[in-house]
Every structure is written in structure tokens, then in C-alpha cells.
């Protein structure tokens, strides 16, 4: 499998390499591959400073380097979310210098104490507005598996700094499909967690009226399992925290959904490639129910809305709060800010009360089902330059990002767990990846059955981890 974030803790632990030795391969690795335009900004100085710090500690407090789950592990934060201390957080956006950084969030302290070693922030598109991550101050994040392809978005960069190997894992965030769209372009495994999983204070800056949540892109399912217990729960937050659902080895009725409707036609190998993976689950005795995409229609078309008026009026506050030279933002940034202006309060209120049927309509779904195994892309990853931002067409890039990942959003407004993971190749030999839903809490199951289909090894990564021992 070319190895992953747990391979290379346990080397570091073990003694195989040093911490400084883990973090000198990633920036030889992120030197070799700058082409991609994965990273946006880089700081070895603060590489080298971290990982120093846990050699230091491997040495003089063994126990408490030993209970860091990922202790001298390289890894890099999205330049959108956290913030991270000491790295210049642009949202992809020249409205933004890069002259220091914020303290560290809730999340952002979690990393450090899980045992990371930061050194970097991956390329966004301004503002997270884009399945694609080719901001226009550069640079253009391009996919390791095909570099004339997109690596996806909003962390793009993320995806393709774990993909090509420069880090085993990286931080990552989701409002639209954000972390499972550019996994699911990269061969990687990508998991956006129940709301009010993880923590978003104190400032909650990248709350978007609870759509957002921030986790990172794995190269396995058992990195994800770790990262997760390590960064969920306790998130004081507007939202109860979610309690994880007792996993047993009964048979589930697992929901299938292999349609995504006339307006958003999904490839045949995606869709192959989702009941391969019902056959391989009822292989082991669960029950394949087939859903209908007039169950999903109206909730689909919701999501959007509410996507579309939630990231609009957030822009447009943020701007006006900060008194940003909105005339420097790229066209479409400018539309959208724009169009959070122009929409009336009554508007919002219609959309976030629909949001809330969507959720609605999902749990009565889930009276029927257990989880729902389901498309996540409709077709290969795109042509770099798929999805401009040098235009004004707010309603054209929003049916543009549809058309591409037509389920991505509706487990954002509804608050529900969804993970994506590759399960194939196409002829192309990129990524065939599936996504599997389910209710609030139910973490343990996503991670249970997405083990199961790792585990039928129908996809190797390309690129080994920077620094893993062979």
C-alpha cells in the first residue's frame, strides 16, 4: 500500500529515523515535487523547530512522546480553516497577507498534541468557493495521478501533498464535499465527521452556520479511525457532541443508491464500482436495500440551495466585518459576495429551514437502512481549468460543482458522517472511489465497513511516504 501515517509514527517511534529525519524527507519531497502546487506556503524553519522538539522529548520523556499517536509525523494545514499558529492562513485569497498567524484553534492545538510536526500550508481556491484548488494568486494545484487533472477542492493542495507522498496525512476541511471530492480525485481515503464532532473554537470563523467541519485526507482507514479518536469529542460547540454508536458484527441493511438522476448523470465505472462494493458487503451477509434517486431529489436540490446561500451571506459578512478590498478578489469571489448582499432575510431563513427537512428526510431514510453506499464523483477527475473563477455566473459554477460531485453536499446541510474511499481503477488507472452515509454518530460503522472494503486491496497509492523505510 506504499505505507501511511501509522507506518511512519511507528518507524519514528521505533527508532528507524528521527523526527528531523521524517520532516527532511517531506521538504525534499515537497522540493522534488513543487510542480504540483500542492503547497502554498512553506516554513521549514518551523518544521525542523517541531520536529527537534519531539526528538527532544523521544529522549528525555519517552512515555509522553510514546502516547503522541502520531509523534514526529510531517504534516501540512490547509490554507483555509484552524488557524495554526505561525502559519499565514490567505484562504487562497490576495485580500489576505501572509504576515504571521493567528493562535492555535481548539483543532489546531489537538494536532500538535496528537504529535504533529507542521511546516506548511496546502493550496486552496479563494475562499474554499471551488471543487478545484487553482487559486488565482497561484499556484495551480495539479493531480499526482494525472497532473493535466484537477486534485479536487477545496484541498486540493492537502490531496495532493498526501497523494504524491510529501506527507503521510494532512488537515483538511469540508463545507461542500471539500475533503471527500479531492480525496475521492486522489486515491485517498476522506471522512467528513458528524456535526459537532470536532472542535471549530474559539472563534468558530469557519463555522457556516454549522455546514463546515475539518478532519484531514488519509492515505488509509485505520489513519483516519486514529486521526478521528484522536480529534473529535469534547468540542464545545453549539452542537451536543455526538456519542459513537456501539458497532456489532449484526447483519446490515445496507442502502444502495447507484442513480443520481437525469440533470447529474453519473459514469457507468463509478457506478460499477459502487455495486462491486454492495456485492462485496453482501458477500459477508448484509442485506443490499436499492434506493430510488426520487428519495434523494428533492434533498440534492436543497442542499445546494442552502450551500449556495450559506457560503454566499458568510462572504459577504466577512468582507464587510473586515473591511477587505473586495475589488481584489477574483470575479466569481466578487459574485458571490455580491449575491450574500442581495439575499433577503427571509430568503436565508426559507433555505436554513429546508436545510433542516434534509436532515429530516435523511433520518427517515435511515429507519429503513443502516447506511447508504452511494456515488461520490460522476465522472473522472476534471481537465485542469474545469471550473473558472474569472467570471460573474455564480448559478453556472454552482451547477458546474453539481454536475461533478451530485451527493457532496447533502451530508453537509443535513450534519450527517459521509467517508469516501477508492475502490478500483478506471482505464485510466485513476480512482474509482464509493461513498458511504450514515446516521449521526455512526463514525465506527463508516470506518467498520470502509476497513472491509480497503481490505479487498483494489487500489495502491503511487507514491511512497517521504521518509518511510522500505
Known amino acids: 500500500m506504499q505505507g501511511d501515517a501509522t507506518d511512519l509514527a511507528a518507524a519514528i517511534r521505533h527508532g528507524s529515523l528521527s523526527a528531523a529525519e521524517a520532516m527532511q524527507a517531506s521538504l525534499a519531497a515537497a522540493a522534488r515535487q513543487e510542480p504540483l502546487g500542492a503547497i502554498a506556503y512553506l516554513d521549514a524553519a518551523m518544521g525542523f523547530a517541531s520536529a527537534n522538539d519531539r526528538d527532544s ?6 512515555d509522553r512522546f510514546a502516547d503522541r499517536p502520531f509523534a514526529g509525523v510531517p504534516t501540512l494545514a490547509k490554507d483555509l480553516g484552524g488557524p495554526f499558529a505561525g502559519l499565514p492562513v490567505t484562504a487562497g485569497s490576495r485580500l489576505f497577507e501572509r504576515n504571521g498567524g493567528e493562535a492555535d484553534s481548539d483543532l489546531a492545538a489537538r494536532f500538535r498534541d496528537a504529535g504533529f510536526c507542521l511546516f506548511g500550508l496546502t493550496t486552496s481556491p479563494e475562499f474554499g468557493l471551488s471543487l478545484a484548488s487553482e487559486p488565482a494568486i497561484g499556484p495551480v494545484c495539479r493531480n499526482p495521478l494525472d497532473p493535466a487533472r484537477t486534485a479536487g477542492g477545496s484541498s486540493g493542495g492537502a490531496a495532493a501533498a498526501v497523494a504524491a507522498g510529501i506527507v503521510a496525512i494532512a488537515h483538511a476541511t469540508d463545507a461542500g464535499g471539500s475533503i471527500r471530492v479531492p480525496a475521492a480525485c486522489c486515491g485517498l481515503v476522506g471522512m467528513k465527521p458528524t456535526r459537532g464532532a470536532i472542535p471549530g473554537g474559539p472563534s468558530f470563523g469557519n463555522h457556516l452556520a454549522g455546514i463546515a467541519s475539518e478532519l484531514a485526507v488519509c492515505r488509509s482507514v485505520r489513519d483516519t479511525a486514529l486521526i478521528f479518536d ?32 437525469a440533470a447529474y448523470p453519473t459514469k457507468g465505472d463509478r457506478l460499477a464500482a459502487v455495486e462491486d462494493a454492495a456485492r462485496a458487503l453482501e458477500s459477508d451477509g448484509h442485506e443490499i436495500a436499492p434506493l430510488s434517486w426520487a428519495e434523494f431529489d428533492w434533498s440534492v436540490a436543497a442542499s445546494g440551495r442552502a450551500f449556495a446561500d450559506i457560503v454566499s451571506v458568510n462572504l459577504a459578512t466577512l468582507i464587510e466585518a473586515t473591511a477587505l478590498d473586495e475589488s481584489r478578489a477574483e470575479p466569481l469571489t466578487q459574485a458571490f459576495a455580491a449575491r450574500g448582499r442581495a439575499l433577503p432575510a427571509t430568503s436565508l431563513w426559507n433555505t436554513l429551514n429546508e436545510a433542516v427537512l434534509v436532515s429530516r428526510k435523511l433520518w427517515t431514510l435511515f429507519d429503513r437502512v443502516d447506511c447508504i453506499l452511494m456515488p461520490m464523483l460522476s465522472s473522472a477527475p476534471l481537465a485542469i481549468g474545469s471550473f473558472p ?7 453556472l459554477h454552482l451547477e458546474r460543482m453539481t454536475a461533478f460531485a451530485p451527493l457532496a453536499c447533502l451530508a453537509n446541510i443535513s450534519g450527517f458522517p459521509a467517508l469516501t474511499l477508492p475502490f478500483g481503477r478506471d482505464e485510466h488507472t ?18 467498520s465497513l470502509a476497513a472491509r472494503l480497503e481490505a479487498e486491496g483494489r487500489w495502491q497509492h503511487r507514491f511512497p511516504v517521504a521518509g518511510l523505510p522500505s
Open 430 to 447: 485513476m480512482p474509482l472511489p464509493v461513498q458511504i452515509m450514515a446516521p449521526m454518530g455512526h463514525e465506527p460503522r463508516l470506518l
Open 389 to 395: 473563477s474569472d467570471h460573474a455566473d455564480t448559478d
Open 57 to 62: 522529548e523521544r529522549r528525555s520523556a519517552p
Open 230 to 261: 484522536e480529534l473529535s469529542g469534547n468540542s464545545r460547540s453549539p452542537f451536543a457532541d455526538p456519542s459513537p454508536v456501539h458497532i456489532d458484527d449484526g447483519r446490515l441493511r445496507v442502502g444502495l443508491l447507484t442513480d443520481t438522476g
